[in-house]
């Protein structure tokens, strides 16, 4: 099993900078890619970025640019450094992880860009 926890929400005027956290517990060698995602109200859940064992990384095209994720194994940390914010990127952002077999999820925090 694979417990995560999200952090770093909050409210933010269009053109800012947030960065968001999950940190991650459980078993760790099971973990193929880090992942996260955003659901805007109404919206389906969508990939925004992923990173692999390799620290390979691939970002959906409407953050490219101003989004980075990044990883520090050693406080079992994935972030999501987001800059020049818009009022579309205001969604609930969820870490996901994926084993072999099945995507653990975290509960989301909600960013809110303002305009």
């Known amino acids: 099993q694979v417990q995560l926890v999200e952090s770093g929400g909050g409210l933010v005027q269009a053109g800012g900078s947030l960065r968001v956290s999950c940190i991650v517990s459980?078993?760790?060698?099971?973990?193929?890619?880090m992942s996260w995602y955003r659901q805007a109200p109404g919206k389906v859940r969508d990939l925004v970025a992923m990173?692999?064992?390799?620290?390979?990384?691939t970002y959906s095209d409407s953050v490219k640019g101003r989004f980075t994720i990044s990883r520090d194994n050693a406080k079992n940390m994935v972030y999501l450094q987001m800059n020049d914010l818009k009022s579309e990127d205001t969604a609930v952002y969820y870490c996901?992880?994926?084993?072999?077999?099945?995507?653990?999820w975290g509960l989301g925090t909600q960013v809110t860009v303002s305009s």
């Open positions: 996901a992880a994926r084993s072999l077999l099945t995507t653990y």
């Open positions: 459980g078993r760790m060698s099971s973990i193929n890619y």
């Open positions: 990173i692999t064992r390799t620290d390979s990384t």
